[in-house]
């Protein structure tokens, strides 16, 4: 019914892009990691949708929102506020093997005890599981990027590692659901990533950087 070999495919490189947003120290390069995976889960959710037609409604608008709005926000952004991150808490080597360890740490945790996690005896096998041990894996490192990072776009890129891995998990546990696709839509976070960006241009115009750890010289 699904196109098992290409959704594995595309949910796989859903971690690397991810690793990519993370670690790039460029965030014009991180931005353009997050921007591949947002085609990369246009392209799952084009895959799924020969079970669930209303998917292709929301690839429709993950496309304009996901690969479209928020690429080019945060692009308009950081012209304004520099393209190199500020340092993170973690350097280079180190945060590569902490990478590493969550890689290989929760993919395999989730995709060996998927079964505790999804609600049906079919999202655990196949496909579904492997898009399964994907989601938290991307979910966990967004996570990772929002706790190391100091620069506040950064942290921005983070979220929206979030939501995707959370939209991949949506996706792979009620694929057949119309209402997948409503809550999927609904739940876009780009309005959210704009007022964010928002209030870090206006930081860096008030402290001249985007560092979150300065925000403490926020007052009243």
Known sequence: M???KVIETLSLLMVITSVSAVESRNLRYATWAYMM???LICGLLVSFARGNPALYWWAAAALATKAIITPWLLTAYIRRTGEEEVPAIVGFGPS??????ILILFYRLVHTHAGFLAPTSEAATGVFRTNLAVALTVFVLGIYAMLTRRD???TV???CLLENAAHLSLVSLAPLLKETALIGIATEVVVTVYLLLYIIAQIREQF???DTY???????
């Open 2 to 4: 699904y196109p098992v």
């Open 157 to 159: 890129i983070g979220l």
């Open 208 to 210: 001249g950087t985007t």
């Open 37 to 39: 995976q947002a085609l």
């Open 96 to 101: 590569v093997l902490v990478t590493a360890v």
């Open 214 to 220: 300065l925000l403490t010289e926020l007052h009243w």
């Open 152 to 154: 506040a776009i950064k």
